[in-house]
């Protein structure tokens, strides 16, 4: 089992989705509420132990546990300013108090084409 064990780091990367809504206060284009479908990313980063970095079934358990918290939320009353920026240091920070020693990557999708990571 895990011929390569320990002799190796490599990356295990989730996707998961959720609907929010939230204003940007002061901003000039969004500072009337909408709302975003967000893409999230979740790469977790370490040794390979018995074939594995992280079992998939427990970083996805974590994830939707965090990401259920701002799902179907208006984010303004989580956030103060929950621009895509804090947004992801939010979930990263989440994600890290419950893997303690892991590397994590996070990276929030903002609808299409605009992300940001962490
Ligand atoms: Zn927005």
Known sequence: MGGIDGTVEMKVGIIQYMDSGH???GHPKCG???GHTYKVELTVEGPLQNGMVMD????KGHLKTVMGELDHRDLNTILEF??????CAH???RMQA???G???????????GKWAEM
């Open 23 to 25: 204003l940007l206060p």
């Open 56 to 59: 998939f079934s427990d970083v």
């Open 82 to 87: 929950p621009s895509c920026e804090n947004l």
């Open 91 to 93: 979930i990263h920070g």
């Open 98 to 100: 419950r893997l303690p």
């Open 102 to 112: 892991k590397t994590l990557h996070i990276r929030v999708w903002e609808g299409d």
């Open 32 to 34: 009337v509420p909408h």
